[in-house]
């Protein structure tokens, strides 16, 4: 059984450039949520994806955004990047919507300069 | 809303060491409760959960009680290695809306020397 995936483990931007970052989720679960981790804080909450569609968002800005393929892999992609945006950006993939266990990948690190 | 607060860090202990690491949370609703580590590097791995008062979720020689009147969940180890240090997380959610998010703590540094 393949755990989650994320990709790439690392990447530099500039600010005012874009991002999209990957995730793939674990075998046989249609449910993907992304948190972003600042340094020495715990992960804040931005979007769940459930089978294709946006299922809740936390307190994010637009330019945060999200799709979810067929295979339930993940995209989080961020427009107009800030230095505010460096953070470690974590995929969790789950069973389905209701269900309470999250299974986290490894993380991208992001840094804005 | 929903939060969680736990004890602030960093903790350094010696190996073989007692470890508790305090964890309070106020939630709308009936959260299920869990415990994140995060070795240096590296994404979070669920440790324990606990979904209903009273259970105690237990791994790897840690455990930690749901306990509704204090609403706490307190992690503790009877005795701790060097392999154990890590930033642990608390954290909770609450089901029966639309979607499961995960609300967590800021985190506790762990460091046991040998």
């Known amino acids: 059984e393949t755990g989650v995936t994320q990709s790439p483990t690392h990447l530099i931007k500039t600010r005012g450039q874009q991002v999209t970052l990957r995730c793939s989720s674990q075998?046989?679960?249609?449910?993907v949520s992304w948190y972003q981790q600042a340094l020495g804080q715990g992960p804040q909450f931005i979007f769940q994806y459930y089978r294709e569609e946006e299922n809740g968002r936390g307190n994010f800005p637009p330019r945060f955004s999200g799709l979810q393929f067929p295979n339930y892999s993940s995209e989080l992609n961020v427009n107009a990047l800030e230095l505010d945006d460096s953070a470690l950006y974590l995929c969790?993939?789950?069973?389905?919507?209701?269900?309470?266990?999250?299974?986290f990948g490894p993380g991208t690190r992001l840094t804005v300069l | 809303g929903n939060s969680v607060t736990q004890m602030e860090g960093p903790v350094t202990l010696s190996e073989e060491a007692f470890l508790t690491i305090n964890c309070t949370y106020t939630?709308?609703?009936?959260?299920?409760l869990f415990w994140y580590v995060q070795y240096p590097g590296e994404g979070l791995q669920l440790l324990l959960k606990a979904t209903k008062a009273d259970d105690k979720g237990s791994n790897k020689g840690f455990e930690a009680t749901y306990r509704k009147e204090t609403t706490s969940f307190h992690l503790e180890k009877g005795s701790v290695q060097v392999s154990d240090s890590a930033v642990y997380f608390c954290a909770l959610i609450v089901g029966g809306g639309s979607n499961y998010k995960l609300t967590f703590g800021k985190g506790t540094l762990l460091t046991v020397n040998p």
């Open positions: 969790a993939s789950s069973l389905d919507s209701h269900t309470d266990t999250q299974y």
């Open positions: 939630a709308t609703g009936y959260p299920s």
């Open positions: 075998s046989g679960h249609n449910t």
